[in-house]
Each structure stands twice: as C-alpha cells, then as structure tokens.
C-alpha cells in the first residue's frame, strides 16, 4: 500500500467516529493535516495523473495524456517540469489565491519540478482576463513589494524552499519588433478575438488596447522560454493557456499540457468568484478566529467544494461524509466545523484550530454571550452615532462607515436581544445602519429586558445604557 493509502485508511476509521466531539475531529484534522507534507511520489504515473485531475476542471489534451509524459519523464530519470504564472497586482490574498498553489504543491510532493513566473513585464500590461476596463499598469516597487506580501500569505499552503523562480521580463524585455512580428503572423486575430470577455467589452463600447490583445502572446511566450510541461490556471485563463501551446508548437516544441482550476464561489452563496472586491473572500491574512467564523457562515452547499479546494482529502473520503450527512447521522455544522479547522490548521497550526472551533462553540453554538468577554459601547456617549461610526470609529470592527455599510447590504449587521429565555437576532439594513444607534435599539428592544448587542459578521458588542 502508498503511503498516501495508509493515510486514507486510517482517515476512513476516523470519519466514520462521532464527529460533533473535539476529540474525534482533532485526532481527524491530525491525520488530513499531516497530508499537506506526505510524499506521494510512490503512486503510479496513472494514479498520479487522476490524483491531479482530481481537483481541476479541465486536463488538456487529458488525463491519459498527462500520465504518459510523467511515465515518460520517470523513464528519463526525470520529474515533469509543472510552470505557474503570477501576476503579483495586490498585496491582499485570499484563499481563493490559494487554490493552484496546493496542486502544486501536490505536483511537488509527486516528485516533479514547479517554476514560478513572476509577472514583473506582463503585470505591467495588466492581465485583461474578466475584465471590464484595462487595469492600471504596476511600477516595479508595487510588484516587489505585492510579491513579499503574496508569498507570506500563501506559505502554509506551498513550500517556496522547492521551487524555481523566474521573472518574465528575462526574455519578454529584449525581445525585438522584428521577432514579435514574426509571430505575430502565425496568430489569427480571431483567436484572440474569441475570448468571452474581449468581446463584451467591445459591445458594450469599452476600450480595449493592444497590449490587452498581446498579453495572451506574452504568457504563452513565458511556456517558450521554460519549454514546460504542464501550466496551470484558472479556468479562466484557457484561451491563455492553449496560446502556450500554439506558440510552443511554432517554435519547434513539444506543446504543454494544461490544467485549469476552478474558479471558487465565494463565502456570500450568490455565485460570485472569490473576490476581495466583493467582499466574500476569506483573507490569508485573517486572524484564526476571522477565518474559521467566515468559513461556518458559509451556505451548506458550498462544502463539497470548499473540501475539494483546500483540503488533501480524497473523492472517497467527501462522498464518506456528504453521505452521512445526507443520512442526518452527520450535522452540516458539525462537517462545516471540520472545514473550518482544516483551513485554520494548515494557516496556524493544529493548536489554533482547536482554540478556534472551541472560541466559536462558547459564542454561537452554545447562543450565550452573557459568559463571553465582548467590548462595551456606552450609548451615553455613542448613542446619536449610526451603527456604522460605531462599528469603524468606536469599535474598530470595519475599517471605515463605508465598509460597514457594505456589511449592512449584506445582511450581516443585527442587534442581538439575549434574554433567560434565549437570543432573538434582528438584521439591521442599511437604512437603520446610518441611523443613530441609541434610536434603532430602543425601539427595537421596545420596553423588553435583555441585554444587548450590536453583532457585525462574527465581532460581537455590548450596548449599554439603553
């Protein structure tokens, strides 16, 4: 048996255990943990390639395709040469961001060879893929600077200490008129043309600049210069990705596989990606607390593919525990939780992830603040503020009204009525969130005896002199 079978076998006695107790799901975390660092290069060239697929969308030409060459790789005593691309435009990374460097990772652990390209010429073109309008061009301090902050942020997830890195101005910079018209004349226009969001830009009357149409060229030009194997991205990045291909085949090369990731729903539930723009991400950065509260407001269905971005757990192990879910002799919460302290864990360690679980147990499964140490907000002195100075001036919750506000939109700002009887949660909308604060709680708690609490995602207040 692989040492990644021992694994699952013993984590198939776990996940059949009672996974609504501590002691249960931290011997469980221990066990999946200790995969992100398993060495998996004793798998077949076959199961190695379905263990990939296994996480992407799409494996072109196929998965049949990807376990030759790395059987024809092994023959020469080699690892497939695995190429990512990174365009460092921003220092905030969430875990979304995530995704492709834990199949890399997994390629790593397999025995094969991964070269980071850092994007530091074509992040000065901007990378157009999804766009609406052309992004602003990055300086060299932003990029170096974005760079530091990304590889922080995503080190639990990747060790940098086995990888390669590249930047592609090495051969993107000197690279002459006259060559680039040379290939230029091999790409048809209506292949760059047939890209989805290149097109809805143009009939909706935005711009479109030619370095936009050239950025495509210039990432395929990246698989040129490394003459790789296979290249990851997102399922976004496809017509970007064959690009490599064509190119590698115009120049004499044998072309690139490629692997596309899945694009992660963020934590909202309305079929939006994983954006810090729309506020449904999970920050890297984020406290363990932070992280494991974002990931249990979740919606129930998002769990099979949260499980399959983050965690090394097989197809088997997620069907072992939808089905008992589905069976009701697992509760959602309960699977959630294990969620929530998979990620935790691979951020901050087992330790963390225990205290988190155990921090979110004492304040919402338990639905008692009384006993919980909160921060006080006297509306004596804060009362004629909206909730919305109070939660970014006052309680530092938000880091400004406006973001607040956004909160508000997003039915995650309530009033919490706690009484011997129980808790009663009303959302606050945006229009009583820029009311004043004192006003909105005295007519919602309507001559009732409760103590009072202003509650914004997971960060919780008390109200007092009501």
């Given at each position: ?80 040469h ?28 397999l ?39 990304y ?58 600049t ?31 990705l ?11 090369q ?31 950065s ?84 009384t ?18 100075a ?73 109200l007092?002199?009501?």
């Amino acid at each position: 048996m692989t040492r990644l079978g021992d694994s699952v076998a013993r984590a198939s006695a776990l996940l059949a255990q009672d996974l609504s107790t501590d002691s249960a799901v931290e011997q469980l975390l221990t066990e999946t943990k200790a995969r992100r660092y398993l060495d998996l290069s004793d798998l077949a060239p076959k199961d190695q390639a379905e263990l990939i697929a296994s996480r992407t969308v799409e494996v072109l030409p196929g998965v049949a395709k990807l376990a030759e060459r790395i059987e024809a790789r092994q023959a020469e005593g080699k690892g497939l040469h695995i190429k990512l691309g990174i365009d460092p435009t921003a220092t905030d990374v969430h875990l979304g961001h995530a995704v492709p460097l834990i199949i890399l990772s997994r390629f790593q652990r397999l025995g094969h060879d991964v070269t980071l390209i850092i994007g530091d010429f074509t992040a000065k073109i901007g990378d157009p893929t999804g766009r609406t309008a052309e992004r602003p061009p990055l300086t060299d301090e932003d990029i170096a600077h974005n760079l530091a902050s990304y590889r922080e942020q995503v080190r639990p997830f990747f060790d940098f200490d086995r990888v390669s890195f590249r930047q592609n101005s090495e051969w993107l910079a000197p690279y002459t008129f006259p060559e680039l018209l040379g290939l230029l004349a091999q790409v048809p226009v209506s292949q760059l043309l047939q890209r989805e969001d290149f097109r809805n830009r143009l009939a909706a009357g935005s711009g479109l600049t030619m370095t936009e149409m050239l950025y495509p060229i210039a990432q395929g030009l990246d698989s040129v210069a490394l003459n790789c194997d296979v290249e990851l991205g997102g399922a976004d990045q496809l017509l970007n990705l064959q690009m490599g291909r064509k190119l590698m085949e115009a120049h004499g090369q044998k072309p690139q596989l490629v692997v596309t990731m899945p694009l992660i729903e963020g934590t909202d539930g309305t079929g939006a990606k994983m954006s810090k723009s729309k506020g449904n991400y999970v920050g890297l950065s984020a406290s363990a607390d932070d992280v494991f509260g974002k990931i249990m407001s979740v919606p129930d269905r998002l769990m099979e593919p949260y499980l399959k971005a983050w965690t090394e757990w097989t197809d088997a192990e997620i069907a072992q525990v939808l089905s008992r879910v589905e069976e009701k002799s697992l509760h959602p919460m309960d699977l959630k939780k294990i969620l929530a302290g998979e990620v935790v864990a691979a951020l901050y360690g087992m330790e963390a992830a225990m205290a988190a679980r155990a921090g979110f147990v004492a304040q919402f499964s338990k639905k008692n603040f009384t006993d919980v140490e909160t921060p006080v907000v006297e509306l004596a002195e804060h009362g004629e503020e909206p909730a919305t100075a109070v939660l970014s001036k006052v309680l530092g919750f938000q880091p400004s009204a406006s973001a607040a506000r956004r909160v508000a939109k997003q039915n995650g700002l309530r009033l919490v009525f706690e009484t011997a009887e129980g808790q009663e949660a009303v959302v606050l909308p945006e229009a009583e969130a820029i009311r004043p604060l004192g006003e909105v709680a005295r007519e919602l708690l309507a001559g009732r005896e409760a103590t009072v609490y202003l509650k914004a995602g997971r960060k919780i207040a008390e109200l007092r002199g009501l």
